[in-house]
Structure formats: structure tokens, C-alpha cells
């Protein structure tokens, strides 16, 4: 599970820390994604800075945070959902960080309200549908409930952090009742439990075994891109919606990160923040990991660009993560595994 290297290598233009930095970097990350080692290896040719790693599950490393307390080496936690980096806020293991280039390059809503952790890279979290058998696939979050739709749904478990934060939005907007009503009727109109990944959920319709599936985007684009087993051979007869464009916007999941409270190197972390937050990295996070970036106006991977434009839901993910505890409850009460 540990990992030490010099890594991440490419000359960023990053305005105010061109100049060469010695020191060291400790990075505990959760993402998972091999095509990130170009990030570390640029951070690392920009300056100077060695990135030692340690990855390992969101929970893992929060509780190695904790029981390591004021003796961790770490630095810098990044993860990939809006549940486990505010857990990690909530726990006491982050601090606020004082950065004119975060405030300035990285939207509001994508950053915790006490600058302890910041987005830098996100995910739409879309509907998809076979376009051999849905002539009118749902245009909303909320249409997955219409009795049109029963036994053609699938979807992820109630466990999965995405599910989690999808229905913690939805609580958000729409409030508790109502959410915990369509919650009920989506699990009824279940074409299966709920199984596996998101690449799952889109093999099911490639199978047959479902006509509607919810995942992030970026699964998708990505077996545009490059082959996927079971679902890069048939992309063509799967259709997608972002929903809710004439109100609340798509969903979007975000990876994040931010600095240990009791962080050794903490130059070096905001530095390393910052990074991800360049023109380069945001467009490497597009083209090697076919996501959406959270700094405005950088351009898209053609396998990205290839959804379409859609209106995002701005909502402040300190909202959604205020409604965890509820959509945990919720999810529970309408008898979704």
C-alpha cells in the first residue's frame, strides 16, 4: 500500500512559484487512477518537490490520520467524494488554508466554506438509457419515480458514496419528504438489486438487463476513449440525459483535497493545492481521467467534449454533505440495499 518515489514531471507555468523548492511532499490519496502519476511527476519537475505516497481507501486513510494524531506525516489528503473529505473536516484532521490562488481559480461552491478543503476535478452524474427500447427516457432526477419506469432502473447501492450525495442533493432541493417518497418509488421500479460499479450499471443496459442507468460520466467517456470490456463495442446504442436542465442543473461528484491539520510540510501542501489548480493539471485531469474540471474556462478531452454542453448543479457541496446523515436515512427507510 506504500508507495515512495519522485514523482510527477512537466514544466507548469505557475505564475508566483516557477522558482525550484526543495523539500518533500507526503500525499495520502484514495484516487486510484494510474494516468495521475504524470500529475506528480510535472508537480515534481515544476519544483523541486518529492511526492512520497501512500494510497489506500477513503476510510482507511482517515482512520490511519487519526490514530497516526499529531505524529502523522501526512500533508495532503485527497479524495474522491464530498463524503469522505468532509468526514475528514468534521474528524478534525484538516485545516484552513490561506491561498489567494485557490480563492481565486477554484468556484465557492467547489470549495468547504472554511477553506479546509477544495475541489479540483469533477464528475456529472448522469442518466443513460438503451435508445433501442426508451423512446422517452426521464428528463429528470425525479422522473425515475414514474410507475412508466418500473423494473428498468439500474443503479448503484445504498452504501456508494455517489448514491449517498446524489440523494443528499436532492434532499437539499427538495426536502426530506419528498425525497424519501422518490426514493421508495425508484427502488420500486428496480430492474435488479442494486450491483457493482458504475461501468456495471452501463453494461446492464448493453446486456439487456436494464434500460435506464445512473453513473458518472466519466465512466462512460472514458470507453469512448480507449476500450472497456463489455460496453466500448456497443457505446453506440446507449443514449444519455443531463437531467434537469430547466431547474436544478446535473449532479456533479468531485474529487478534493486538503492539508493536514498537523502537516509537516505545509508550504509544500499549499503549493501542491495550487498545483492542482493550474491550467495544466485541470486539463490533465480531462484528458487522462476524462473528467470535468472545477477551474472555469479549461478546455475539454475530445471524450469529454463529446456529452455535450449542460448546465451543472451549483449547489454548495457544504449543503449536500449537511444532508448525508438524512439521505443515509432515507435510503434506509425505502428499503434500498
Known sequence: MTTKTSLFALAIAMTATSAIA?????????RHYDTDE???SEFTEATGITVNRIEGKADELIARMEAEGSNSPVDVFLTVDTVRITRAKDMGLLQSVDSEVLEAKVPAYLQ????????????????????????????????????EYEGQIC??????????????????H???????????????????????????????????????????????SRALRK???GLSDSTDMIGWVFPNQNDIGAHMNISGGGVAVNAPNKDNAVKFLEYLASEQAQQYFSAGNDEY???PGVSLAPSVAALGIFRPDAIALSDIAENIDAAQRILAEAGWE
Do not use: H
Open 22 to 30: 526543495e523539500g518533500e511532499l507526503n500525499l495520502y490519496s484514495s
Open 155 to 172: 443503479i448503484r447501492s445504498s452504501s456508494n458514496v455517489y448514491t449517498q450525495n446524489i440523494v443528499a442533493a436532492l434532499v437539499a
Open 293 to 295: 474540471p472545477a477551474v
Open 112 to 147: 468547504d466554506d472554511d477553506n479546509q478543503w477544495f475541489a479540483f476535478s469533477q464528475r456529472a452524474r448522469i442518466l443513460f438509457y438503451d435508445k433501442n427500447d426508451v423512446t422517452n427516457p426521464p428528463a429528470t432526477y425525479q422522473d425515475l419515480a414514474k410507475p
Open 227 to 229: 476500450d472497456v470490456s
Open 174 to 220: 427538495l426536502g426530506e419528504e419528498a425525497t424519501g417518497e422518490w426514493a421508495k418509488a425508484v427502488v420500486g421500479n428496480f430492474a435488479r438489486a442494486p450491483q457493482g460499479g458504475d461501468t456495471d450499471q452501463l453494461r446492464g443496459i448493453v446486456s439487456g438487463e436494464c434500460d435506464i442507468a445512473m453513473s458518472n460520466t466519466y465512466y462512460f
Open 38 to 40: 504524470r500529475l506528480y
